[in-house]
Structure formats: structure tokens, C-alpha cells
């Protein structure tokens, strides 16, 4: 599984250069255990495989 190491930012811009698509940041929320977009300090972040066909932007209630 390909991961990125990142000093501060969100994962709204980190899916958007990665997944192709902003919306999908939680599911690298989702898959590295967070729940806020914004980061803090350095983060090791695992990236999930690129899907263009899945939504994001909602986690599941």
C-alpha cells in the first residue's frame, strides 16, 4: 500500500493531487483512523488505490 509522509496540510488537497478527486479525502481518513481533514505536525499517511468511480466527501452514517 503506498503511503506519503506530510508536514502539516489537509487531505482535501492531498486527494485532489493523489485520488484525482478532493471529495475522496475521507477515505484516507478513513483508512489512516482520522476523523478531521486538517493536519497537524508531520503525518505518515496511508493512500488507498486510485478509484475515479468512488464517491467521497460523506463518511457512512
Known sequence: MPQITVAGGDLFHIAAAVLQDATQWIRIAQLNGLSDPVLQG????????????????????
Open 42 to 61: 508531520v503525518t505518515v499517511l496511508q493512500l488507498p488505490a486510485l478509484d475515479p468511480a468512488a464517491g467521497g466527501g460523506i463518511a457512512a452514517q
